[in-house]
């Protein structure tokens, strides 16, 4: 996919967020947690072909670059996709890259959700 394609997506994730996604990122934002920088449905790209401008890529629903952490929230339809969830992880996971998954109903208790962020950070 080309990169304009790639942002295009991205910026139509980020102006419709899942109600969970918006209880999350109220948290979150700003450095609320720990001073982190989170950024919200940023393409991470993890291969690419310069020659044919096609690039690989996915688009988290949060990510923490000086932590390198990924937040993915999941909410019923991950249970119909764990092959494809859990390829996209090992992909992620050889770049260096740490995965948090949160299911969605855990954001009832958002200090948990917090502390199991934070948790990540190794603290």
Same mark, same amino acid.
Request: charged letters at 35%.
């Given at each position: 996919?080309?990169?304009? @394609? !790639? +942002? @295009? !997506?991205? /910026? ?9 996604? %918006?209880?999350?990122? =109220?948290?979150?934002? *700003? ?5 982190? +920088? ?5 393409? &991470?790209? #993890? $291969? %690419?072909?310069?020659?044919?401008? =096609?690039?690989?890529?996915? !688009?988290?629903?949060? #990510?923490? %670059?000086?932590?390198?952490?990924i !937040? @993915?929230?999941?909410g019923?339809?991950? $249970?119909?996709?764990? @092959? +494809? $969830?859990?390829?996209?992880? =090992?992909? &992620?996971? *050889? *770049?260096?890259?740490?995965? &948090?998954?949160?299911?969605? =109903?855990?954001?009832? *208790?958002?200090?948990?959700? +917090?502390?199991?962020? /934070?948790?990540?950070f190794?603290?």
């Amino acid at each position: 996919m080309k990169w304009s @394609e !790639i +942002k @295009e !997506i991205a /910026t139509r994730l980020r102006n419709n967020p899942t109600p969970s996604e %918006a209880i999350l990122w =109220e948290v979150i934002r *700003n450095r609320q947690l720990m001073r982190r +920088k989170f950024l919200r449905q940023h393409p &991470l790209i #993890y $291969d %690419a072909d310069r020659n044919a401008n =096609e690039f690989f890529f996915f !688009i988290p629903d949060f #990510y923490c %670059a000086s932590e390198k952490l990924i !937040i @993915e929230l999941d909410g019923p339809v991950h $249970d119909f996709q764990k @092959e +494809k $969830d859990y390829h996209r992880e =090992e992909i &992620l996971t *050889n *770049n260096n890259l740490r995965v &948090l998954r949160i299911k969605n =109903e855990e954001l009832d *208790n958002i200090e948990q959700v +917090k502390k199991k962020i /934070t948790d990540m950070f190794g603290m």
